[in-house]
């Protein structure tokens, strides 16, 4: 009999312990990182709304739920409102894949799982695809375009859905503490020995949510370093977030520099520049730095950049010249020699001039919609996206927006409360 109450009673107070547990479970809290830029707090889930802040990428948030392309939302500084979805990063632990290049820069979505399926829209390399599903190597899941989620497909070849890596350093070979949150004031969950490899699931300023030996949890940036495609591999010190201009400056005059697809000396170029070339850094770290060339995206290292507008000044190889022949006197008419031009050795990538006319406007700059020449419509079209796909609304010749980014195809514009994107033949300035 004394047997049964004491079980009775150790059953009864599991029972309370986990009934206590639960409200806490429910209530762990869903981390997520800003991308995209400087991100506005919204007071209520619209772009219309005021606003209560602005977060740069990288920042680390709190998200509670989703509704209509917006989480609520709590800053670690305790701040509380909307950001829209389509700048929120949740990492690989949410399902997430990263779209790889593929032609032109984008990716097909497309209605079906094959290629005779129709495209829905294409996605620029760099973005997240949201995964619901595998069907035969065809991956079934959503993008963002604007604040609206859009659903199809994408062959699996062209995402890249596996973590990075790095390793735990320690001057000491001590042990380092995972914890609960991306900051030192979150509780520690467990420790990692100084030389464990780690999964990177999700990258912020300062901090990484980290996977290994049955540990998922946060580590300090100072504390991981390896060979993982991270910003500043192998530095330790993870990355700052930046908006700065730098310049390239090669060590030699006649070098140039890669535009790499991923932060890697192994990885793909996209483009070579010529010192004094002028690149938008947007993420600085110690080894590499993210940047965009005009719109071209992708990273260079960081020890081949100038930040103070100094560089060495860039030269151009020089080529054997050819002797001139000189026509004898004794031949009755003179026949000019034409001297070859010689074939370069070596084809330098240089960035295009700009072409003599108005500068193209600014960011900020107010500009006029106009009806392209030869158009058959009375209204200029805005879309939601900047392939243009999705119309957004229609506005007559005329209306005055703001000028946000301008580009070769489209423009992105501030209009009535909201970006959107217009053909550039569409813009008067």
């Avoid at 030269?315 to 070859?340: D, H, I, K, N």
């Amino acid at each position: 009999m004394v047997n049964i109450m004491k079980k009775n009673f150790v059953r009864v107070l599991a029972l309370c312990l986990l009934l206590a547990l639960l409200p806490a479970l429910a209530s762990a809290d869903r981390f997520a990182v800003v991308k995209g830029g400087r991100l506005n707090l919204r007071q209520y889930p619209s772009t219309t709304s005021y606003s209560l802040g602005k977060y740069d990428t990288g920042t680390w948030i709190i998200a509670g739920s989703e509704s209509d392309g917006w989480y609520s939302v709590r800053t670690l500084g305790g701040k509380t409102g909307y950001m829209s979805a389509a700048y929120l990063d949740f990492g690989q632990y949410n399902g997430g894949a990263t779209v790889k290049y593929a032609n032109g820069g984008y990716v097909n979505l497309r209605s079906g799982p094959s290629t005779d399926a129709s495209v829905i829209m294409r996605v620029t390399s760099g973005s997240t695809f949201y995964m619901q599903g595998n069907y035969s190597g065809w991956c079934y899941g959503y993008v963002y375009s604007g604040s609206q989620q859009v659903y199809g497909y994408m062959y699996e070849t062209f995402l890249g859905s596996g973590a990075s890596t790095s390793v735990v350093t320690t001057r000491n070979g001590g042990k380092v503490n995972v914890r609960s949150g991306p900051g030192s004031s979150y509780s520690s969950i467990g420790t990692l020995a100084s030389g464990t490899q780690v999964n990177i699931l999700l990258k912020g300023n300062g901090w990484y949510m980290i996977s290994a030996n049955g540990l998922e949890g946060f580590m300090s940036t100072q504390y991981l370093s390896g060979t993982g495609s991270t910003i500043g591999t192998n530095t330790g010190s993870g990355q700052t977030t930046t908006s700065m201009t730098a310049w390239v400056n090669n060590p030699k005059a006649t070098q140039v520099l890669n535009l790499r697809e991923t932060p890697s000396q192994s990885a793909r170029s996209i483009g070579q520049y010529r010192n004094g070339t002028k690149v938008k850094v947007v993420s600085k770290g110690s080894t590499w730095c993210e940047v965009y060339v005009g719109t071209r995206h992708g990273y260079m290292m960081t020890r081949y950049l100038s930040f103070d507008g100094s560089y060495v000044q860039p030269s151009y190889p020089t080529y054997p010249s050819y002797p001139v022949y000189t026509q004898p006197p004794y031949f009755a008419t003179y026949v000019p020699t034409v001297t070859p031009t010689p074939t370069p050795l070596v084809q330098l990538i240089t960035p295009k001039p700009q072409q003599s006319g108005p500068a193209a406007p600014k960011a900020g700059d107010t500009v006029t919609l106009a009806i392209a020449a030869g158009g058959s419509s009375n209204l200029i079209t805005v879309y939601h996206d900047p392939s243009m796909t999705q119309a957004k609304a229609s506005y007559a010749h005329g209306k005055q927006v703001m000028m946000l980014q301008y580009g070769t195809n489209s423009c992105m514009i501030y209009v009535d409360g909201g970006v959107a994107y217009v053909s550039t033949w569409n813009v008067n300035y």
